[in-house]
């Protein structure tokens, strides 16, 4: 599976358990809730701001977004 794919199913698990929906994150990217869903589907990349944020907000480490144990 290709890391974008991984990166994206662990985003949505880490959302989820934090009772978030893809609009109120998208919101706090300031994007739009389509733009974001393509974060979680893997068909759009990360970069490394959004990272950052994405696992400070959702209080995920880096190697669990990457899937690393």
């Known amino acids: 599976m290709e890391i974008a794919k991984i990166v994206g199913e662990n985003l949505k698990s880490a959302r ?4 978030l929906t893809q609009a109120q994150i998208a919101a706090e990217l300031k994007k739009y809730q389509s733009d974001y869903s393509e974060y979680e589907t893997g068909k759009v990349q990360l970069d490394y701001e959004k990272i ?7 209080d ?6 990457f899937g690393f144990e």
């Open 16 to 19: 989820r358990a934090k009772g």
């Open 52 to 58: 950052v944020f994405l696992c400070k907000r959702l």
């Open 60 to 65: 995920i480490s880096p190697n669990e977004l």
